[in-house]
């Protein structure tokens, strides 16, 4: 969905940190229009800066990258003490795979690959926890492109389980999530992903590029049901509080 920078004028922004110069939010991001907000999108790996208060934005979503949050570059130690932000003025936030290994970060936990060296990259089954559960219904498989997981931070809620890498989705304070998997993947993202990192599916536990294409096909419906639920639970629309705020008040 393009929409000419007139007809966001006015729209209330969600923050969008982005890694690479070709990356984009992707359905998260088409989704987000969609409800009537404007995204604010910025590379702080290309020298853009972060705000230091959230005061003119609703939310802010961290996505994934191919660098690790245990890397040393500056840009990498920033957002992760950035995260203070949406956490100490309880605005939403949502960390996607390098995001919620971030928000893991600055939380105090882990980030690391699996002891066998096994990943997940293309489909894998998810598993709610009883909290998930009583949240929200989630997709049986979800789409997956990491070599890391993160152990679980001190004061976060466990919502969903993987087989592999158990720490799927979590909740901490009353507006911020972090998920391992992908539901902003469009069906141009995955070509992109199979056809650049190629050589990453030849790693141990990896899919092969004909089951991710086969698994969309199969379990992408589900996802993007989940994705239009947890945004309404998330940051709801422009024009209507998000679900969890709404059942607080």
């Known amino acids: ?136 219904s989630w997709p049986g498989k979800v789409y997956q492109w990491h070599r890391e997981g993160f152990d679980m931070p001190a004061g976060a809620e466990l919502l969903a389980r993987g087989d592999t890498y158990p720490n799927q989705a979590i909740r901490v304070g009353p507006a911020a999530y972090g998920i391992q998997f992908h539901p902003e993947l469009t069906y141009q993202m995955m070509v992109r992903w199979t056809t650049r990192a190629a050589p990453r599916m030849a790693l141990p536990g990896a899919r092969q590029r004909r089951d991710h294409f086969a698994g969309r096909f199969a379990f992408d419906p589900a996802v993007k049901t989940w994705l239009d639920d947890f945004l309404d639970r998330w940051i709801g629309r422009a024009d209507a509080p998000a679900l969890a705020a709404e059942a607080a008040e």
């Open 1 to 136: 969905m393009i929409l000419d920078p007139k007809q966001l004028e006015g729209r209330p922004k969600v923050l969008i940190v982005l890694h690479q110069e070709t990356s984009t939010p992707g359905r998260v991001g088409q989704e987000l229009v969609k409800r009537g907000f404007a995204l604010d999108i910025r590379r702080p790996r290309f020298g853009d800066r972060l705000p230091e208060t959230l005061a003119g934005h609703v939310g802010s979503v961290i996505f994934g990258g191919p660098m690790s949050a245990n890397d040393t570059d500056a840009f990498i130690a920033r957002e992760i003490d950035w995260i203070d932000v949406p956490l100490r003025e309880e605005k939403p936030f949502l960390g996607i795979c390098l995001g919620a290994q971030m928000l893991a970060r600055n939380l105090g936990a882990r980030v690391r690959g699996h002891d066998e060296e096994l990943v997940e990259i293309g489909y894998y089954d998810l598993h709610p926890t009883d909290a998930g559960s009583r949240m929200m």
